[in-house]
């Protein structure tokens, strides 16, 4: 059973710094690849962010390009999101998850990518 679990949500005002931790319990920590999504009030989930396996590859939506910052640390089987210049629009659930998959390159950005789902931290971001 792998498990996620995300930290470090909050209420910051517009323009401030945020840092968003995933710890992941499994085993083999570094096959695994790992995205952050977010599901603000009356909308989709939507992808964020996502960091390959080995680290070195890194996905950013467009509207966080810039301003976010994934990265992880397999040592202790941690992966972070680091959000500056955070905005109003930027309000929403958070939520880690975990995929193995093959085609993870070519598909990161989906959500059925991904087998393994924290629940969430709430990002509030006041104007």
């Known amino acids: 059973q792998v498990q996620l679990v995300e930290t470090g949500g909050g209420l910051e005002q517009a323009g401030g710094s945020l840092r968003l931790s995933c710890a992941v319990s499994v085993r083999s920590f570094s096959t695994w690849h790992v995205g952050w999504f977010r599901q603000a009030p009356g909308k989709e989930r939507e992808f964020v962010a996502a960091?390959?396996?080995?680290?070195?590859?890194?996905y950013y939506d467009d509207s966080v390009k810039g301003r976010f910052s994934i990265s992880r640390d397999n040592a202790k089987r941690t992966v972070n999101l680091q959000m500056n210049t955070l905005k109003p629009e930027d309000t929403a659930v958070y939520s880690c998850?975990?995929?193995?998959?093959?085609?993870?390159?070519?598909?990161?950005?989906?959500?059925?990518?991904?087998?393994?789902w924290g629940q969430g931290t709430q990002v509030t971001v006041s104007s």
């Open positions: 998850a975990a995929s193995i998959s093959s085609s993870w390159d070519d598909y990161y950005q989906g959500i059925r990518t991904y087998v393994y």
């Open positions: 960091i390959s396996d080995d680290g070195y590859k890194k």
